[in-house]
Antibody, heavy 120, light 108 residues
Framework: EVQLVESGGGLVQPGRSLKLSCAASGFTFSNYYMAWVRQAPKKGLEWVATISTSGSRTYYPDSVKGRFTISRDNAKSSLYLQMNSLKSEDTATYYC?????????????WGQGVMVTVSS | EIVLTQSPTTMAASPGEKVTLTCRASSSVSYMHWYQQRSGTSPKLWIYETSKLASGVPNRFSGSGSGTSYSLTINSMETEDAATYYCQQGSSYPPKYTFGAGTKLELK
């Protein structure tokens, strides 16, 4: 059974940093692109970052580029999201998700999510 | 950048009623994917590549469409179908993914 379990969320002040982790199990982690998707309170879904199977290629939307860094450790089947210079608009539940890298990619498994609150 | 517009924003359906949710893309896309999110839970892949049901999805659900217009249909509404449904499209090169704002489907 595929499982994705996020951790590392919490309350952080604006301008500070936070690192999220995602522990994967039930599949060969190194074979899949992985991603982070977030959801602000009472809002829709927003893609945040994607990483290739080896970790050599990373992709971000403009809203987080230069502030967030996605990484992975295939030996530990773990995914990470380093978030720097946090803003109030980064307040959201962050989901780790597995990507099916087809011509039109989609997210076939999601974690339970971890809440990040950016506030003074 | 492709924008996905879902309609309606909110709707209510009675048990047994046929339901159709729509997702329109600002430019033509190859496929559309759909997710179900029940209150307080994480999203689940529901329909992928326009018309393929994800594992465990009841066959009262179906997906269709092409180009800029896609839809998710529930043949006969059931209580457990009350949720928010999101459409999503993606590109591989470069990787980029867009979600619609969601349709909240309530039980009448």
């Amino acid at each position: 059974e595929v499982q994705l379990v996020e951790s590392g969320g919490g309350l952080v002040q604006p301008g500070r940093s936070l690192k999220l982790s995602c522990a994967a199990s039930g599949f060969t982690f190194s074979n899949y692109y992985m991603a982070w998707v977030r959801q602000a309170p009472k809002k829709g879904l927003e893609w945040v970052a994607t990483i290739s199977t080896s970790g050599s290629r990373t992709y971000y939307p403009d809203s987080v580029k230069g502030r967030f860094t996605i990484s992975r450790d295939n030996a530990k089947s773990s995914l990470y999201l380093q978030m720097n210079s946090l803003k109030s608009e980064d307040t959201a539940t962050y989901y780790c998700a597995r990507l099916t890298q087809q011509w039109s990619p989609y997210f076939d498994y999601w974690g339970q999510g971890v809440m990040v609150t950016v506030s003074s | 950048e492709i924008v996905l517009t879902q309609s309606p924003t909110t709707m209510a359906a009675s048990p047994g009623e046929k339901v159709t949710l729509t997702c329109r893309a600002s430019s033509s896309v190859s496929y559309m994917h759909w997710y179900q999110q029940r209150s307080g839970t994480s999203p689940k892949l529901w329909i992928y590549e326009t018309s393929k049901l994800a594992s465990g999805v009841p066959n009262r659900f179906s997906g269709s469409g092409s180009g800029t217009s896609y839809s998710l249909t529930i043949n006969s509404m059931e209580t457990e179908d009350a949720a928010t449904y999101y459409c999503q499209q993606g590109s591989s090169y470069p990787p980029k993914y867009t979600f619609g704002a969601g349709t909240k489907l309530e039980l009448k």
